[in-house]
């Protein structure tokens, strides 16, 4: 399913949970967010369901194009394993030692 919008937040939520459903009920367990530019934690809520949704028939569902953003919520909550987020790359911390101190 082609989720055709640039944003999911607590306004549009509710209705692609269903639209999702439906998708998940007919079969189609690859969602495609590559249109999806701005989230909120609603977005995190809504993949989870999703997920749960297709595990209470055996499957998975599989995601491609998920905004960093998104992942980026996903990390903060704990839950990014749950929605198949990559692992986030962490940038290389200063010691002390290589700032000169």
């Given at each position: 399913?082609?989720?055709?919008?640039d944003?999911?937040?607590n306004?549009?939520?509710?209705s692609?949970?269903?639209?999702?459903?439906?998708?998940?009920?007919?079969?189609?367990?690859?969602?495609?967010?590559?249109?999806?530019?701005?989230?909120?934690?609603?977005?995190?809520?809504?993949?989870?369901?999703?997920?749960?949704?297709?595990?209470a028939?055996g499957?998975?569902?599989?995601?491609?194009?998920?905004p960093?953003?998104?992942?980026?919520?996903?990390?903060?909550?704990?839950?990014?394993?749950?929605?198949?987020?990559?692992?986030?790359?962490?940038?290389?911390?200063?010691?002390?030692?290589?700032?000169g101190?």
């Open positions: 399913m082609k989720v055709d919008v944003r999911i937040d306004t549009n939520a509710a692609l949970l269903q639209l999702g459903e439906s998708a998940i009920q007919g079969g189609d367990y690859n969602f495609d967010l590559s249109a999806v530019q701005r989230c909120d934690s609603s977005a995190v809520a809504l993949l989870i369901a999703w997920q749960r949704a297709a595990h028939r499957q998975r569902v599989r995601l491609e194009g998920i960093p953003s998104l992942c980026s919520l996903a990390t903060l909550y704990g839950v990014a394993p749950l929605i198949s987020c990559p692992p986030l790359q962490s940038k290389p911390s200063r010691s002390s030692s290589a700032m101190a």
